[in-house]
């Protein structure tokens, strides 16, 4: 398989340099592979059902072919995936995709998992280790950090800003051991992110050390997600065969979404899907008026998706044009108030404890499975709620089942759900024991030449 960029199409590269590069050093532009085989569904389902195991190694097959030999993907995909994700129905027609059972309790794990084994394999023809810098402001680190920890070949630093992540999501990336470590950066995210950017840019350090990043924006973290899409699609599908199936998606950068895309491409039978954010609603306003206007972030409950310019737009706007996508998508926003509710109607309506992110996706799909699509005159987009686009599934939206998904556990946003519901949300036991490690971070001042130092005399 090839891969193009979406700033020139022109360009093709192979898989193991879309991966080791993560994106275009020449454009600035992210890869995307030049086509989208059809995967054969009689060789991911047994009796009807998907096995998820067979539907991750046949559909990343295609998109590796002669890279990586499919005994070595297979491996790769099992060593990755020791959990799955969950298909929970919690109403009539309505279920959760539940994707936060992987280590770190958040759906990344599941794109993270893959990228940090396919580094490694190509990573084997060269000499030394690879070198991962990550600047978090929260949920990529510890996803990265549990992905690449004890990983062959892979070593990870992670800066953070002290003090300015939770306490919890302090603890998922300060106390690894071996291969990981973090730096506590007395400074800010965009402090951090400029330390990472200088190393990168500085010749010196790269004659030394082979550095690489483990951005988001990486192409071997968009393909295993679709795996769940897939998945997901043909479990409810067959428990019922004559409807058509929703799928709604909490987003901020939109990876997810754009791997739900991928899958559908591959054949997965996705009827359509809802866009569903919070305040940060750049995308919504884009299906609505046809302009796209990248903006500054909103702090928001549902923090893992406050991004004002979500980078995989770029992607989305190379694969469809936006004619394509109003009539694929439907759109929806939510503001921190109706977090808070959405939260406490699910519970109260189905039993169901759903963390923030979800929450967004679940108001979404409600409204529209009760009409919210029939009449969008009037609508103040300024306002949140339905975006006024009627996809081309309008008519078919109160009768289809909805696969709403779930990205992250509770127990990660434990404040915010008590608040809503008035009950702490159960604790996992992985969580638990992250909870008890000792801290392991390593102070370091806001200071280029500091940080270059303590890489040069410990990595
Ligand atoms: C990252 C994240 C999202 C947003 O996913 P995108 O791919 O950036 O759209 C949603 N929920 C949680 C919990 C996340 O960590």
Redo the contacts with the bound molecule.
Sequence with gaps: MFYTDTRDTNAKVDFKTAVMSGMSSVTGGLYVPVEFPKVDISKITKDGKPDFISVAVQMAKPYVEGEIPDADLEALIKDAYPFEPKLVKIDGQTYVLELSHGPTC???DFGARFMARAMSFFNKDENGKLHILVATSG?TGSAVGSAFHNVEGLDVTILYPEGKISPLQEKQLSTFTGNVRALKVKGTFDDCQKLVKTAFTDKDLREKFRLSSANSINISRLLPQSFYYMHAALQAKYENPDKDIIVTV????????TSGLIAREMGAPIKGFVAATNSNRTIPDWIATGDYKARASVETYAN??D?GAPSNYERIAFMYSLEDVRKLFASYWLDNDGIVKSIKACSDATGYTIDP?GAVAYKAWTDIKNGALDNLDGIDITKPGITPNKPEWASCAKDAVGVVLE??DPAKFSAIVKEATGKEPAIPERLQKVMALPDRAIPMENDYQKFKDWLSANL
């Design positions: 958040a759906f990344k949920d909490p987003s901020g950068n939109f990876g997810n979404l893992a998706m991004v992110h990205t992250a």
